[in-house]
């Protein structure tokens, strides 16, 4: 018999905060399965960076922007995960996305401004400016 949700996501977070990534995945793994909530596999996608499996966990983001393309954490998730992997040009389009679902997001403006920043300057480098 599985507890009640409200525990098993003190449990997810507590794996988290010990940075027992693996395990917090299963755990938020096993909520997402429960109730289809893109939130939750949002949580589950970051656990599984953390743990250094970033193509499950863009495979579980591309899986929640299905489920809910309005959710604007679901872009800003894949945001910055593409950023993280130093896959810059990905990047843009999911956290544009985002900003035009929650333009008041400011975590996902600042990301978005340092994001064009850096392709600034690296199309600055790459032409010889």
Known sequence: MRQAR???VADAERQESDEQWLQAAEIWAELAEDDGDARTMV????????????????????????VAPEVSAVHFARGLLFEDEDRLEDA?????QGL???????????SLTLLLVALSAISAVSSGV
Do not use: W, Y
Not at 92 to 96: H, V
Not at 100 to 110: K, R, S
């Open 100 to 110: 035009c679902i929650d333009e008041d997001a400011v975590a996902a403006t600042q």
């Open 92 to 96: 843009r389009r999911p956290f544009e």
């Open 43 to 66: 949580r589950h996608a970051r656990a599984l960076k953390r743990a250094g499996s970033t193509v499950e966990a863009e495979n579980v983001l591309s899986q929640a922007l299905e």
């Open 6 to 8: 409200p525990q098993r």
